[in-house]
């Protein structure tokens, strides 16, 4: 995997596309400068708690005694719930029902950003090839920070797309989401079974 496809397929995991309804209503309460400003505090947590599962998933898997192709196989079945969650839309919404207040960490930073799957997908990149850990996190950080940029433009992306094209787009999404998560799946069992 090269660090475009890890960044790729970090950003599909991260969807700003899809959370930024529930960002726009997570926030709506707030002032904007303080919107702004829970929002960058948030990504920043997201940032931090990938970065931690990137660089400890090697020793977080040795301390539990798990193996690679089990949190492979578990990744691939997060994501797959997750993508098809995506695709079919609880009417509670994706999250399900959002707690009233200002937002810390929950749900914005985890799970919105940094959820079960992209957990997953960097701890397995962490140490699949731990000799890549610096390409990991170029790719991580090219990602977050292309999920930064638009969710801090949410409200004119929001306003120029509107609700049906953003619909599309998580859903479209959830599919790549569904085909990476199968994926992931058979990858861990075919690892299992050799």
Request: proline share 7%; hydrophobic share 60%.
């Amino acid at each position: 995997m090269t660090v475009a496809s890890a960044a790729l397929l970090l950003f599909l995991i991260l969807d700003p596309l899809g959370n930024i309804p529930v960002f726009l209503s997570l926030l709506r309460s707030l002032p904007p400068r303080r919107q702004r400003i829970v929002l960058a505090r948030e990504l920043i947590i997201a940032l931090v708690v990938l970065a931690a599962f990137l660089w400890g998933g090697k020793y977080a898997l040795e301390l539990m005694h798990l193996r690679q192709e089990s949190v492979s196989i578990a990744g691939g079945i997060v994501l797959f719930l997750i993508g098809i969650r995506m695709i079919f839309p609880p009417p509670e919404g994706l999250m399900g029902e959002i707690p009233d207040g200002e937002p810390f960490i929950v749900p914005m930073a985890i799970p919105l950003i940094a959820g079960p799957s992209g957990m997953a997908a960097v701890m397995l990149m962490g140490s699949n090839e731990p000799g890549r850990l610096n390409e990991w996190t170029l790719a991580l950080l090219i990602a977050w920070a292309a999920t930064a940029a638009i969710l801090f433009s949410a409200t004119v992306l929001y306003r120029f797309l509107g609700k049906r094209v953003l619909t599309a787009i998580e859903r479209l999404m959830g599919m790549l989401l569904v085909a990476i998560s199968v994926q992931m799946f058979m990858d861990g069992l075919s690892a299992y079974l050799r």
